[in-house]
């Protein structure tokens, strides 16, 4: 049975910092692509960064870019997103999905999903 099971939300104050952490189990890791999305209330989820299974490829929303890194630690199962300067715009449910390719992960086409995890910026 494939989890994916985010970690790392909370609260911050517009300019502070979190890590956000993906961990999978049940499937072979390294093989996958890995996505972060996020949705805010009232919008539809949005892409927000991904990597490709051998950490290689990274892409990412023009929003975040620059102030966020998507990076991956495939001997631990996990993928992280480090959120820098965060804004209160960034405030939403953070979820990863996993996919084949960077670029199917982008548009969504994403095997598995976890339950998100709260993000929110105070200004």
């Known amino acids: 049975q494939v989890q994916l099971v985010e970690s790392g939300g909370g609260l911050v104050q517009a300019g502070g910092s979190l890590r956000l952490a993906c961990a999978a189990s049940g499937l072979t890791f390294g093989t996958y692509a890995v996505g972060w999305f996020r949705q805010a209330p009232g919008k539809e989820r949005e892409f927000v960064a991904a990597i490709s299974g051998g950490g290689t490829i990274t892409d990412y929303t023009d929003s975040v870019n620059g102030r966020f890194t998507i990076s991956r630690e495939n001997a631990k199962n996990t993928v992280y997103l480090q959120m820098n300067s965060l804004k209160p715009e960034d405030t939403a449910v953070y979820y990863c999905?996993?996919?084949?390719?960077?670029?199917?992960?982008?548009?969504?086409?994403?095997?598995?999903w976890g339950q998100g995890t709260q993000v929110t910026v105070s200004s």
């Open positions: 999905g996993t996919g084949r390719t960077v670029g199917g992960v982008r548009r969504g086409v994403n095997e598995y």
